[in-house]
């Protein structure tokens, strides 16, 4: 499938626009799946004035991607960024109260959910979030990355991607992609520095547009990665989503388990398997002397594990690249070197296991 991907990408590259570039170096493509030997993808002109000039250019691509070998059907929308002139663009409102609903509040198409929490802030949660993203695209998984962090979102800076997702109706919104994943964020919704002032009712209802309202496709796994604390967010998933289950981060002082242990009792209350724990900030290697040091202490998220009957999924060092990666938008994940390789451990690790 990873093939057909790679080859529906090659061949958009390939058909150029007018005014120079292509679909892919425009970043025009939008909402890619492939599912089988169905592609289906969203061509979204930068305004309706360009879209009206660009229906040859759809079929041309739906006609392309077609003849692909593996390749069965083909179904391609054209849509466009912004509002046509005198016309209002769709009323696309985000946060209000959450609509009631019969069934879980799970997006058609994605198989597994996976909520990754830590019960505090400042234990890496979020990076862990976005290169476990990477490195599970990278190793052929179809991957969502939700960030359920609305107060504080911060995958937006992670990923290296920020603008407003299309919204052709005003009701579905379709996401962004990055480095092979599909992304959505409340930091894409609203302008940078911009706090999100809502009391509970409007995050339950922004949480349930995320999950219920977005484009997801057909995805192996979505990773959420959830606020600190035990609050709002939380309750909404474990109560009105299907959860596969719970990934807890924490590093390995005692500080930081005291509150891990918090988030535990709070999954296991909502009936919310906890799937294993991930140990951030396990080691540092001096890159002067080869040195190893447990910045943070060692073993206290094995021996929690240990005590809960879960598994250690994985220990994660600490070092500059990660950060400087991280504020970059190029999740070190991405690349080469002993990080990246313990992420590809970890995503292997998650993959063989059946958890993702």
């Known amino acids: 499938m990873n093939e057909i991907r790679d080859e529906v990408e090659r061949v958009l590259a390939g058909l150029a626009l007018p005014d120079g570039g292509d679909l892919f170096s425009s970043d025009m493509v939008r909402a890619l ?7 289906r993808f969203v061509i979204e002109a930068p305004s309706p004035e360009v879209a009206r000039h660009m229906e040859p250019l759809r079929r041309a691509a739906e006609e392309a991607v077609t003849r692909i070998e593996g390749v069965t059907s083909a179904s391609v929308a054209l849509t466009a960024h912004g509002p046509a002139e005198k016309t209002p663009p769709p009323s696309l409102k985000f946060g209000g109260h959450a609509k009631p609903q019969s069934q879980p509040m799970n997006p058609p198409g994605v198989d597994r959910i996976l909520v990754i929490g830590s019960g505090k802030g ?38 290296g991607i920020n603008k407003r997702p299309a ?5 579905t919104i379709i996401p962004l992609h990055a480095h092979g994943v599909t992304l959505m964020s409340i930091g894409f919704m ?26 997801w496709g057909e995805l192996d796994v979505l990773l959420v990665d959830l606020p600190p604390g035990t609050g709002d967010v939380q309750l909404t998933l474990g109560q009105k989503a299907d959860l596969t289950g719970a990934l807890i981060v924490s590093t390995p002082q005692d500080v930081a388990l005291l509150d891990a242990r918090k988030a535990i009792d709070m999954f296991q209350t909502l009936k919310v398997p906890i799937l294993g724990m991930i140990e951030n900030m396990s080691t540092y290697i001096c890159p002067s002397c080869g040195h190893e040091a447990h910045l943070f202490g060692q073993g206290g998220v094995a021996a929690e594990a240990e005590k809960l009957g879960v598994p250690l999924l994985g220990s994660l060092p600490v070092d500059l690249d990660t950060r400087l990666s991280g ?4 999740p070190i994940a991405a690349g080469d070197g002993p990080v990246a390789q313990a992420f590809a451990q970890l995503a292997d690790r998650l993959v063989k296991d059946g958890i993702a």
């Open 33 to 39: 799946s492939v599912d089988g030997g169905t592609v």
């Open 190 to 215: 609203l302008e940078e520095g911009k706090a999100a002032v809502w009391r509970g009712p409007m995050l339950m209802g922004a949480m349930q547009q995320m999950m219920t309202q977005v484009q």
């Open 122 to 159: 400042g234990v890496g949660k979020s990076t862990v979030s976005a290169n476990l993203a990477v490195a599970l695209a990278r190793s052929g998984r179809r991957v969502g990355l939700l960030d359920a962090d609305i107060y504080g979102p911060s995958q937006p800076r992670m990923m």
């Open 167 to 171: 919204s052709p109706d005003g009701k």
């Open 327 to 330: 504020d970059a938008g190029k």
